[in-house]
């Protein structure tokens, strides 16, 4: 079996993890048996005896994993548990934090249906890969929730609210099943109010907010009152005039208005004038301001132009006197580089990866065809066996009942075996495309940083890193998710030496199944 050998010591214990969506469940309610008797048919065949099983069924308003996270608890306090069996890659990960956590534990993961042993002793090329489809599995779960968005974007369209019904209106649907929002007799009325007490302007937005405290607003699920960030956010929500945004783009709804939008115009227009005492025009755009936090006191790091064209960075000393020196931006931009050039992968390693992964990918396929071809096999063997027992009853030698009893169990048989090919055609990531444009963009990060005016400057780092901190003259920084992983791919690259060097030879090291072992 690839991706390491089963230790020499027999596997006494191991849990199950089996997981499924709402909408699957939905499609067809087999996903969890079908898991279960995959991996208990396993288990026994390979002498593992399944202390506990662990399940998980999320929906789109509970999107906890109760059963992952008692797993998780029970695996760290029992160092004698350490093997888990589960299908396959995206059952047991939604995100890369679960995968690291998982690596902390040190467990021998058995992904029955990918034919994977995952454990300390594997080797670091399918560390790496499996790592890859991680990050994969997590985009395409991504994916999946744009089915969802394109159906509120249409409900949308038709003028119809398509989420929660923000406060002051409430959730109902309709005799013929559509959901739409409706005022609450409740709390609309005191959203009105909040409109019309802002609008004179004689109420500050905390003046505002104990109105409606002393009026009684409530939240209605909490019964908690309402603060002065969420009334600020429902002064400035379109909503309540008949008119929503949604995705960028505004529509116009359905439901009835709260307030005019004569009346709303007259509040922002309220909320501007306040917000203007206290706006302060940026002079400079610094490069850093904002990113970079000093190592001394925890206090942010500015901008400042010295001599009218050299441009230094300082701590602010906002909780006292800070011993931290200025330091220029030039210092700053250099050590920032260097932190990205941990992400740059080498173009020709890029491409083999992706090669490996599209290989991986059709024996995947090609595995599922096979399998659908058996099934399709075992479910004509079943409409043969109904079609000729329909004969011998037409010829009086089965009874019946007989018959329809025979029949109801073989065709109960051809439905669970449809059901198992549906199952692993709804699981088809669109892997390598993913994996290419990040590969490629992982390569040119560094030189797209070093060209960049200071506000794309900024912009990269913001989605590449986090608690950037400089100290002394030290830069550290986080990286996100998913440049993390690129940063410890390289890292794990480097140490098999398969980063330097010729490459046919280096990528010989990479290939699974060459090791001498």
């Known amino acids: 079996m690839a991706g390491g050998q089963r230790s020499a010591e027999h596997l006494r214990t191991a849990v199950l993890y089996a997981r499924v969506s709402s909408k699957e469940q939905e499609r067809g309610g087999f996903s969890i048996p079908a898991q279960l008797r995959l991996l208990r048919t396993y288990a026994a065949a390979n002498g593992i005896t399944v202390s506990r099983e662990f399940l998980d069924v999320e929906t789109a308003k509970d999107v906890g994993r109760i059963g992952f996270n008692e797993m998780i608890k029970l695996l760290s306090r029992t160092p004698e548990r350490r093997v888990l069996l589960v299908e396959k890659t995206d059952r047991l990960y939604r995100n890369i934090r679960d995968w690291v956590t998982l690596d902390e534990i040190q467990l021998e993961i058995h992904f029955v249906k990918e034919n994977l042993i995952l454990s300390a002793n594997s080797r670091s090329s399918e560390k790496f890969i499996h790592g890859m489809k991680v990050l994969m599995a997590k985009n395409y779960i991504d994916n999946l929730s744009e089915e969802t968005r394109k159906g509120m974007d249409e409900k949308a369209r038709q003028g119809f609210w398509p989420s929660y019904a923000p406060l002051g209106y409430r959730n109902v649907q309709t005799s013929n099943g559509k959901r739409i929002i409706e005022i609450d007799p409740m709390i609309g009325p005191q959203i009105s109010q909040l409109f019309q007490w802002y609008a004179t302007g004689l109420y500050s937005l905390k003046e505002v907010t104990g109105k409606a405290k002393d009026a009684g607003m409530l939240f209605r699920k909490t019964g908690s009152f309402v603060p002065r960030a969420t009334i600020h956010n429902i002064l400035r929500n379109l909503i309540y005039t008949g008119t929503f945004e949604w995705n960028g783009k505004l529509y116009q709804g359905l ?188 390569s040119k990060i560094p030189q797209l940083f070093k060209a960049q005016a200071p506000r794309e400057k900024r912009r990269i780092l913001n989605v590449v890193l986090s608690n950037s901190v400089w100290h002394d003259g030290v830069l550290t920084g986080q990286f996100r998710q998913p440049f993390d992983l690129l940063r410890d791919a390289r890292r794990a690259a480097e140490s098999t030496d398969s980063y330097f060097g010729t490459a046919s030879r280096d990528f010989e090291n990479w290939l699974p199944g060459l090791d001498s072992n």
Request: hydrophobic share 35%; aromatic share 8%; with cysteine.
């Open 255 to 442: 439901h009835e208005p709260l307030v005019s939008r004569e009346l709303w115009d007259r509040v922002q227009e309220a909320l501007r004038v306040r917000l203007a005492r206290r706006h302060r025009r940026v002079k400079h755009d610094f490069a850093y301001s904002g990113l970079i936090r000093c190592g001394q006191c925890g206090c942010a790091f500015v901008g400042e132009i010295k001599k009218s064209k050299y441009v230094y960075y300082h701590c602010t000393g906002y909780r006292g006197k800070c011993r931290q020196k200025y330091s220029r931006e030039a210092d700053l931009s250099a050590s920032f580089g260097e932190i990205l050039s941990q992400i740059h992968i080498d173009p020709e390693l890029a491409e083999w990866i992706c090669e490996l992964l599209k290989k991986d990918q059709e024996i995947e396929q090609r595995a599922k065809r096979n399998a659908r071809v058996r099934t399709d096999e075992q479910i004509a063997r079943l409409q043969s066996r109904i079609d000729g027992m329909y004969v011998d009853k037409l010829d009086g030698k089965v009874q019946a009942e007989f018959f329809e009893r025979k029949k109801a169990e073989w065709e109960a048989e051809q439905i669970q075996l449809l059901k198992i090919v549906q199952d692993d055609e709804q699981i088809h990531p669109a892997f390598t495309a993913g994996a290419e444009q990040l590969l490629r963009l992982a």
